[in-house]
């Protein structure tokens, strides 16, 4: 049973250029959670989602950001025109339960943006 | 609002010494609090994960306490290794807000050999 994957680990953008993250939660996982992480700083939640629904965005910055769970495939953390200060690193997590049942979420290796 | 912080932000000691890692949060209304390992350019490794209710957990050479009425957590590391170096990264998870994990900044640990 594989852990959660991402994908790609490294991105380098272009200022204005797309990001496409992908996340692939682990097996029987129908819950994911988005994190960013600033260079010196700590995680901050951006996005929590079940299968084709957006359970909570509060942390997801208002404008070029989206993120989307389907019915099939990966999670998507999508950022549009990209700025040098959307380089960070973005951790996703999945749970097999949903969150109000305080189970544990399992942490991909992340993918770290570096926009040029 | 939830705020973890852990001090020190780095800390290096030589191999063979045994070290405590603090992590404190201002509010103690909390379901869990956890420590993770974080080495350069990689994932977050889950170390342990200490449920409200509980004044510990343990794993190998590393001991975790969770005083939860003064907002606290210490990690303990026996023997370090330099294969302990590491970032650890200590997150609680809120009671209002129980799927939001709230982090600290982290301590950078470095094993000298």
């Known amino acids: 049973n594989a852990g959660v994957m991402q994908n790609p680990r490294h991105l380098v953008r272009r200022r204005g250029q797309e990001a496409r993250l992908r996340c692939s939660p682990m097996?029987?996982?129908?819950?994911v959670y988005w994190y960013r992480q600033l260079p010196e700083e700590g995680l901050k939640f951006m996005v929590y989602l079940q299968k084709e629904n957006i359970i909570d965005e509060s942390g997801m910055p208002k404008e070029r950001f989206s993120a989307e769970f389907p019915k099939e495939g990966p999670s998507i953390l999508r950022i549009q025109q990209v700025v040098r200060g959307d380089s960070a690193a973005y951790f996703c997590?999945?749970?097999?339960?949903?969150?109000?049942?305080?189970?544990?979420?399992?942490f991909g290796q992340g993918t770290r943006l570096t926009v040029v | 609002k939830q705020e973890v912080t852990q001090i020190p932000a780095a800390l290096s000691v030589p191999e063979g010494e045994n070290l405590v890692l603090n992590c404190s949060f201002t509010?103690?209304?909390?379901?869990?609090l956890q420590w993770f390992r974080q080495d350069p350019g990689k994932g977050l490794t889950s170390l342990l994960l200490i449920q409200s209710s509980q004044r510990e957990q343990t794993s190998g050479r590393l001991n975790a306490s969770l005083d939860k009425s003064s907002g606290r957590s210490t990690l303990y590391i026996a023997a370090s290794q330099p294969g302990d170096s590491a970032t650890y990264l200590c997150?609680?998870?809120?009671?209002?807000?129980?799927?939001?994990?709230?982090w600290g900044a982290g301590t950078k640990l470095i094993i000298k050999p």
């Open positions: 997150a609680v998870r809120p009671e209002d807000s129980n799927y939001q994990l709230i």
């Open positions: 097996k029987g996982h129908s819950h």
């Open positions: 509010d103690s209304a909390i379901y869990n």
């Open positions: 997590a999945s749970s097999s339960l949903p969150a109000e049942m305080n189970t544990e979420a399992f």
